[in-house]
């Protein structure tokens, strides 16, 4: 998800289940680094936007390429972060 090539591929794969209605989703898996690309923002948008069946994992390993979490945000727990927090 951090690639904006594999965030459009996660996008393409529900917008095409959506219009062909065949009720399947899409998974996403990305890294808690991430979740700090405007990328990851903007498929969150869309996906809700167009109410299409996309299911993000996101996998907290405490390091966004090199940096910790704890240098790189102010919210420790990742999980956080999907409250709007």
Known sequence: MGSPRAACSSRCAVLSSKLVKNGRFAVSFLGDGASNQGTFHESLKL??????????VCKNNQYAVGMRTTESSKIADISKRAAGN
């Open 47 to 56: 996906v809700a936007g167009l109410s299409v069946p996309l299911l993000f």
